[in-house]
């Protein structure tokens, strides 16, 4: 009788187990098929959210669910948040209904996934990453806005335009990384935003912008240089109540035409430094420009950043439109191309650059090193290595880890790309600019397409060594807020259905943190920002059907190395018709660059906790009549953006040219309309 008495318990117990069970697998259903319901409708898209386990307390009376990672790629809102939370409420049984609910996905509660731009309360502090930074890289002195309050003055981003043109040793020669189609190749399709678009549009608004591939599209490059100065008439120096002197650390020199595997030209000569005044005869040196061709050239100093170095070093630019006054931050930056801005440089006109030792502190060190103009061609020579072996090309979402395969050795001569820099990959420019190997050479001379992508992340460790972002490894002090690459996708579709946008970041790398100790979930805040902005804007303006694909959280080099907060941008595919009809338009570019734009203000605004401006649109109606002999009246309006309350303009600079010559550095208007006086037969 007792036998039979356990054995009715057991089953009794058993058959309640498997009841359960049953009950646990029919509400896991019907959470995922509202959850999903819940995806579909947020995303447009088709996708399968699944509840893979249900953990209940009844002692602290809660359920936790945990769901695959399709939930995480949800925009969350605290909207959106709320109504996940309704769904699953309404779908529990009546004795669970007053339960605490938590909702996990990708290893967080559903809440934490809202940026913190979007959050009324509870704003993740250790998101915020904000740099006490009083002076900036560059500064432009002449410009006739002097700070950026609600911009982004002070700010330092890192960018890149993907690929570039490479050398690929398994085939020993130079080619694109991707594919040519529909007019273009993503090598040069992505500068096509970066370079006339966004960029402008970041400085713009006060940030410094660094780049690692040339941004300069002009054949011409004039290299002038201390180290080069043979008759004294390129570089030279004046001496007032401090003497230029020699630096007793290496610095630039061009002695080639072309540089081999591991030459640093920032290590091949040296450079002038002195002490600052504040008072009293300055000290100034010169570099004097003559350019083979009239042109707008990009300008790029170099310098030496010493342990009391100057904040404030004063570059004065003779262009042909006049001069432009800039400061740099010697304190940061040195060892490297420190870009300056775009100038119109005529050809044998008698043009310039001048560094003085003046200076608001004095007794600091200033130095000088040389002046680029121009974005030259490619000067790196590649070959395949030496030793006979080569490395398998691997992703960015690939290990490190090289794949080794024996090749018949060729005697080959190292060569040249034979192509204009700016199309050229970031490896080669690195290698120009100083930066170690280290940072451009991750497979020792083995495999440049694994280099090329791999070694962005490491470049943006360098510019922030040294600063409050990675204090403890050496670098070029810069303290970036912001790391973003710019990628095209792959894929296609049958008829006039759209590929879409796809954004990437990292968090689950070095324990969800930074190495200043700040979450890496920032990552995640400035990529929901970017893909908003673009996939509203385009919905609103392009394309009502425009596809918002997932927000993946992968490992991804150019999204897990950065030191900083990153995002890796797909904006499209290049190789699908539908996505490019609208990818080569240049309104498009335009416009999905200023959502880049935007989403990164706002990020920046969460970050520093202070309020922000968007740009104004390009004004319409621009008219320009003679109101006098001698006069001329220019009058335009504004164009409203009804997407962005605070883009409308309170005041506008106008720049002015003569004969068609360079411009100046523009004045402030305060109304739509200017009048100038005109000298008569001049234009």
Same mark, same amino acid.
């Given at each position: 009788?007792?036998?039979?008495?356990?054995?009715?318990?057991?089953?009794?117990?058993?058959?309640?187990?498997?009841?359960?069970?049953?009950?646990?697998?029919?509400?896991?259903?019907?959470?995922?098929?509202?959850?999903?319901?819940?995806?579909?409708?947020?995303?447009?898209?088709?996708?399968?959210?699944?509840?893979?386990?249900?953990?209940?307390?009844?002692?602290?009376?809660?359920?936790?669910?945990?769901?695959?990672?399709?939930?995480?790629?949800?925009?969350?809102?605290?909207?959106?948040?709320?109504?996940?939370?309704?769904?699953?409420?309404?779908?529990?049984?009546?004795?669970?209904?007053?339960?605490?609910?938590?909702?996990?996905?990708?290893?967080?509660?559903?809440?934490?996934?809202?940026?913190?731009?979007?959050?009324?309360?509870?704003?993740?502090?250790?998101?915020?990453?904000?740099?006490?930074?009083?002076?900036?890289?560059?500064?432009?002195?002449?410009?006739?806005?002097?700070?950026?309050?609600?911009?982004?003055?002070?700010?330092?981003?890192?960018?890149?335009?993907?690929?570039?043109?490479?050398?690929?040793?398994?085939?020993?020669?130079?080619?694109?990384?991707?594919?040519?189609?529909?007019?273009?190749?993503?090598?040069?399709?992505?500068?096509?935003?970066?370079?006339?678009?966004?960029?402008?549009?970041?400085?713009?608004?006060?940030?410094?912008?660094?780049?690692?591939?040339?941004?300069?599209?002009?054949?011409?490059?004039?290299?002038?240089?201390?180290?080069?100065?043979?008759?004294?008439?390129?570089?030279?120096?004046?001496?007032?109540?401090?003497?230029?002197?020699?630096?007793?650390?290496?610095?630039?020199?061009?002695?080639?035409?072309?540089?081999?595997?591991?030459?640093?030209?920032?290590?091949?000569?040296?450079?002038?430094?002195?002490?600052?005044?504040?008072?009293?005869?300055?000290?100034?040196?010169?570099?004097?420009?003559?350019?083979?061709?009239?042109?707008?050239?990009?300008?790029?100093?170099?310098?030496?950043?010493?342990?009391?170095?100057?904040?404030?070093?004063?570059?004065?630019?003779?262009?042909?439109?006049?001069?432009?006054?800039?400061?740099?931050?010697?304190?940061?930056?040195?060892?490297?191309?420190?870009?300056?801005?775009?100038?119109?440089?005529?050809?044998?006109?008698?043009?310039?650059?001048?560094?003085?030792?003046?200076?608001?502190?004095?007794?600091?060190?200033?130095?000088?090193?040389?002046?680029?103009?121009?974005?030259?061609?490619?000067?790196?020579?590649?070959?395949?290595?030496?030793?006979?072996?080569?490395?398998?090309?691997?992703?960015?979402?690939?290990?490190?880890?090289?794949?080794?395969?024996?090749?018949?050795?060729?005697?080959?001569?190292?060569?040249?790309?034979?192509?204009?820099?700016?199309?050229?990959?970031?490896?080669?420019?690195?290698?120009?600019?100083?930066?170690?190997?280290?940072?451009?050479?991750?497979?020792?001379?083995?495999?440049?397409?694994?280099?090329?992508?791999?070694?962005?992340?490491?470049?943006?460790?360098?510019?922030?060594?040294?600063?409050?972002?990675?204090?403890?490894?050496?670098?070029?002090?810069?303290?970036?807020?912001?790391?973003?690459?710019?990628?095209?996708?792959?894929?296609?579709?049958?008829?006039? @259905?759209?590929?879409? /946008?796809?954004? +990437?970041?990292?968090?689950?790398? %070095?324990?969800?943190? !930074?190495? #200043? =100790?700040?979450?890496?979930?920032?990552?995640?805040?400035?990529?929901?920002?970017?893909?908003?902005?673009?996939?509203?804007?385009?919905?609103?303006?392009?394309?009502?059907?425009?596809?918002?694909?997932?927000?993946?959280?992968?490992?991804?080099?150019?999204?897990?190395?950065?030191?900083?907060?990153?995002?890796?941008?797909?904006?499209?595919?290049?190789?699908?018709?539908?996505?490019?009809?609208?990818?080569?338009?240049?309104?498009?570019?335009?416009?999905?660059?200023?959502?880049?734009?935007?989403?990164?203000?706002?990020?920046?605004?969460?970050?520093?906790?202070?309020?922000?401006?968007?740009?104004?649109?390009?004004?319409?109606?621009?008219?320009?009549?003679?109101?006098?002999?001698?006069?001329?009246?220019?009058?335009?309006?504004?164009?409203?953006?009804?997407?962005?309350? @605070?883009?409308?303009? /309170?005041?506008? +600079?106008?720049?002015?040219?003569? %004969?068609?010559?360079? !411009?100046? #550095? =523009?004045?402030?208007?305060?109304?739509?309309?200017?009048?100038?006086?005109?000298?008569?037969?001049?234009?």
């Amino acid at each position: 009788m007792k036998t039979i008495y356990v054995a009715f318990i057991f089953l009794s117990l058993f058959l309640q187990s498997f009841s359960q069970d049953l009950v646990d697998d029919s509400l896991k259903r019907r959470l995922s098929n509202s959850l999903t319901y819940i995806y579909i409708e947020t995303m447009l898209r088709p996708g399968r959210v699944t509840v893979d386990s249900i953990a209940t307390n009844e002692r602290k009376k809660s359920i936790e669910l945990y769901t695959n990672l399709t939930l995480s790629y949800l925009p969350m809102r605290e909207e959106l948040v709320h109504h996940i939370y309704d769904s699953i409420r309404y779908h529990l049984p009546p004795s669970k209904k007053k339960y605490r609910i938590g909702v996990f996905s990708d290893q967080q509660e559903i809440s934490h996934l809202i940026p913190n731009y979007f959050r009324t309360t509870q704003k993740a502090k250790n998101r915020r990453i904000a740099h006490k930074v009083k002076t900036p890289l560059v500064t432009n002195l002449s410009a006739p806005i002097a700070t950026f309050g609600k911009g982004m003055q002070n700010n330092h981003i890192a960018l890149w335009q993907s690929h570039g043109w490479y050398y690929e040793q398994k085939l020993g020669r130079w080619e694109w990384q991707r594919a040519r189609i529909f007019q273009t190749v993503e090598d040069l399709y992505t500068q096509s935003y970066v370079v006339p678009f966004l960029v402008p549009m970041l400085e713009n608004a006060g940030a410094n912008v660094l780049l690692p591939r040339e941004r300069d599209y002009n054949t011409t490059e004039v290299i002038i240089d201390n180290d080069n100065n043979h008759d004294g008439r390129a570089y030279s120096e004046t001496n007032g109540r401090e003497r230029w002197q020699q630096s007793d650390s290496a610095g630039f020199a061009n002695p080639r035409k072309v540089y081999l595997d591991g030459e640093n030209p920032f290590r091949m000569g040296t450079a002038r430094q002195i002490k600052s005044i504040s008072k009293g005869a300055e000290s100034i040196a010169s570099w004097n420009v003559e350019i083979p061709h009239k042109g707008n050239y990009g300008l790029y100093v170099s310098y030496q950043t010493r342990k009391n170095s100057s904040d404030d070093a004063r570059y004065t630019v003779y262009h042909a439109g006049g001069k432009t006054d800039i400061s740099v931050n010697q304190q940061m930056g040195g060892g490297t191309w420190i870009f300056l801005g775009y100038f119109d440089f005529e050809e044998g006109a008698s043009h310039k650059i001048t560094l003085t030792n003046r200076s608001r502190r004095s007794g600091k060190i200033v130095t000088a090193d040389a002046v680029k103009i121009g974005g030259g061609m490619g000067n790196i020579a590649r070959m395949p290595h030496p030793a006979g072996f080569e490395s398998e090309n691997t992703k960015s979402s690939d290990s490190l880890v090289q794949k080794e395969t024996l090749i018949s050795k060729i005697n080959y001569s190292p060569e040249v790309s034979g192509y204009p820099r700016y199309t050229e990959g970031a490896r080669y420019w690195m290698q120009w600019a100083g930066v170690p190997d280290s940072v451009y050479n991750r497979t020792e001379g083995k495999n440049d397409y694994t280099d090329d992508y791999a070694s962005r992340g490491v470049w943006v460790n360098w510019l922030a060594g040294g600063s409050s972002v990675l204090p403890a490894v050496e670098g070029l002090h810069i303290p970036l807020d912001l790391a973003f690459a710019f990628h095209t996708d792959a894929g296609t579709f049958w008829g006039d @259905s759209i590929v879409g /946008t796809l954004g +990437i970041y990292m968090t689950h790398h %070095n324990e969800e943190q !930074f190495e #200043n =100790g700040r979450s890496r979930w920032a990552s995640r805040d400035l990529a929901e920002l970017i893909m908003e902005e673009i996939v509203s804007d385009i919905r609103r303006d392009y394309e009502p059907n425009w596809t918002r694909r997932h927000l993946w959280n992968r490992s991804y080099a150019e999204a897990r190395i950065p030191n900083v907060p990153t995002m890796l941008l797909e904006l499209l595919s290049h190789q699908n018709f539908a996505d490019m009809r609208y990818g080569l338009d240049p309104s498009f570019r335009f416009s999905v660059s200023r959502s880049i734009y935007k989403g990164m203000l706002k990020f920046l605004s969460s970050q520093y906790n202070r309020p922000y401006v968007v740009q104004p649109l390009p004004v319409h109606h621009f008219t320009t009549r003679f109101t006098g002999e001698t006069e001329a009246t220019l009058t335009w309006e504004a164009t409203s953006d009804p997407a962005e309350s @605070s883009a409308t303009p /309170t005041g506008y +600079i106008v720049y002015s040219r003569i %004969n068609g010559r360079g !411009f100046d #550095n =523009g004045i402030l208007v305060n109304s739509n309309h200017f009048t100038t006086q005109i000298k008569k037969d001049t234009v």
